[in-house]
């Protein structure tokens, strides 16, 4: 099962649904990173991390992991040096 999810996860990305392996269901990625966070939540505060946990987990809810930043970038001018480019600004 495990072999699975990583597989859709590596081809799918954020659209995909992913295993929550807790309760061996299927949820939309969103919801999952969530519960992620809340998992981890007392040591993100303890350490002083759970702002920056939070705001990273927005930024690629909102604009897409790199992966997905990427094949936009090449699928907007089909050139390589699109997403070189795209690697280079972050």
Same mark, same amino acid.
């Given at each position: 099962?495990?072999?699975?999810? *990583? ?44 702002? *920056?946990?939070?705001?990273?987990? %927005? ?11 990427? %094949? ?19």
């Amino acid at each position: 099962m495990l072999r699975a999810a *990583y597989w859709i996860a590596a081809r799918d990305g954020l659209s995909a649904p992913g295993l929550d392996v807790l309760q061996t269901r299927l949820l939309p990625m969103p919801e999952l990173l969530d519960l992620l966070v809340q998992h981890v939540r007392p040591a993100l505060e303890e350490l002083g991390d759970l702002k *920056y946990a939070e705001e990273g987990l %927005r930024q690629v809810l909102a604009n897409g992991n790199g992966a997905i930043r990427q %094949r936009k970038a090449f699928h907007q001018g089909d050139d390589l040096a699109d997403v070189i480019a795209l690697t280079e600004q972050h």
